[in-house]
Nanobody
């Protein structure tokens, strides 16, 4: 199983980023996919999650209204579009997969750094 995140980087406040996570080694469409983040000295935080078929989504309060999670089951890829980025969005963002929507993840990626700074 592999989850490989990409798309992180340095962005100015108010800017946008699109994170991608390419999955392999399991039946992607059978798994809910999530994005978590962890900033230095802080606990890991759920950013967003999407059901296997893509019909249900959930967003953490800190990103609600500014982010969109989506998936392409034909490409085994999940995305996180983040807009109106703030310095407090700075963190390592992790992609994860779980067999049930809104339940624990069982597979994790290595993470991609997002830094919001002027």
């Amino acid at each position: 199983v592999q989850l490989v995140e990409s798309g992180g980087g340095l962005v100015q406040p108010g800017g946008s980023l699109r994170l991608s996570c390419a999955a392999s080694g399991f039946t992607f469409s059978n798994y809910a996919m999530s994005w978590y983040r962890q900033a230095p000295g802080k606990e890991r935080e759920l950013v967003a999650t999407i059901s296997g078929a893509g019909g249900s989504t959930y967003y953490g309060d800190s990103v609600k209204g500014r982010s969109t999670i989506s998936r392409d089951n034909a490409k085994n890829t999940v995305y996180l579009q983040m807009n109106s980025l703030k310095p407090e969005d700075t963190a390592v963002y992790y992609c994860s997969a779980g067999p049930r929507y809104m339940k624990a993840s069982v597979y994790w990626g290595q993470g991609t750094q997002v830094t919001v700074s002027s």
